[in-house]
């Protein structure tokens, strides 16, 4: 697709550096720098210089004026990220030089850059598809390792291509049931119905397994969410202090200090957590306190991993035991991971009680002021995650857009089941299938209209 302008942007980190990335994309792009800059070579020519190679001299002012000494990247269309004639400036990070430059080059014909249009243009010029597109921004983001896996993964194409899989396999089924209609005076078959039964069964697991896969896709995005709960002044808040290498949370040896949740998130092993430190787990006339409460119980609602602190000095093996009741009626979810943390054992003098009856509960004995055993909890928690999830070569879904998707697709898919289940005619059947179809290609942009590739790219940074 042939753009009439040349966009302009800064692409590194705006401040002050040691180096900046100014960014062109568009047919005038080498015309626009070659009105600002002056090669230290005297027999070079911008116009005659070969894709992908460097050239080193000054961008001049109006006046002719020095106003950095700089490095020119030079690509050619199609083999350039958007797929345009493009140029990369790389000069000294001052703020100055940085505004100077690219304000020299919109006076030059450039225009400035809407957010996320450079990636726009590598769409709409066929670099990638839009599901590629968006995994740009979400590697841009990524904080960890797995976050990291997924956005790579995405933007080599692997959830592209299966999602591309399940509608060409539909496309070429459709086109015989279309074929049919062509002929229905003859009373033609051309899809065997069984065959045509069996494939939308398998289609319909795969994207089963995608939309399962949206669960684990999201937490990895946002952080997999750890509520530490327990009575007050068991230490909770030093606890979440020390996993996080920082004093986030108020310590007192007053009970109720926690008044209302606090959260915060660190990697372990490339994992990101998020932690929440919530008010202590009582019953409470204090009304501030008492909403404090009811936000924990919310916590414990959302959180995957739950670390359930306790008092090992002054906690009885019947007070664990009903409070474990009361925590796992909270939970409510199999799925989730309940931890046992018995706090305070650098203030027994000898073993006051055995919690060793708590059938089936693992318990960490650690001292949060002493920092004795924190490395067991880490521990904990990395096993607590199901690695599974970023096997090599699973798609992951992690995009609420896909979701959404993936949704309307099955549910288009068991309207195509029940179709051929009650003999409908084939131009039903043809209908239904074209619906599956759409929600497929939404994903990849195969079907994609103006205002949805706005919303998508305005989320981006400008320069990307």
Known sequence: MEHSDTIVALSSPYGTGAIALIRLSGSDSKKICGSVFKSKKKSFNIFKSAANTIAFGEILDKDQNVVDEVLLHFFEAPHSYTGEQSVEITCHASV???NTIIQ???????????PGEFTKRAFLNGK???????AVADLIQSETAMAHHIAINQLKGGFSKQISDLREQLIAFSALIELELDFSEEDVEFANKEKLTSLIASI?????????????GNVIK???PVAIIGRPNVGKSTLLNILLNEDRAIVSE????????????????????????????????????SIGIEKTKQKIAQALIILYVFDYTESSLDDVI????????????????????????????????????IADKDIIYISAKRRVNINLIVEKLIDSVDHKIISPNAAIVANSRHFEALQKAHAGIIQVENSLKENLPGDLLASDIRIVLEHL??????ISNKDILNAIFEKFCIGK
Do not use: C, W
Not at 128 to 134: G, N, T, Y
Not at 204 to 216: D, M, T
Not at 322 to 337: A, M, Q, S, V
Not at 441 to 446: F, Q, V, Y
């Open 128 to 134: 990638m598809d839009l599901a590629q597109a968006e």
């Open 322 to 357: 009903e409070e474990t009741k009361e925590i796992e009626h909270l939970i409510g979810d199999g799925d989730k991971k309940l931890i046992f943390i018995a706090n305070k054992t650098d203030q027994a003098i000898e073993s006051p009680h055995s919690f060793s009856k």
């Open 96 to 98: 100055y030089i940085q």
């Open 104 to 114: 020299l080059l919109i006076s030059n014909g450039a225009r400035a850059a809407n």
């Open 441 to 446: 290609g939404e994903i990849t942009g195969s």
């Open 204 to 216: 319909k697991s795969e994207i089963a397994i995608l939309l399962e896969s949206y669960k684990a």
């Open 222 to 224: 946002s952080g997999i």
């Open 254 to 289: 007053i009970p109720g200090t926690t008044r209302d949740s606090i959260e915060d998130t660190m990697v372990f092993h490339g994992i990101n957590f998020r932690f929440i430190d919530t008010a202590g787990l009582r019953h409470s006339i204090d009304e501030i306190e």
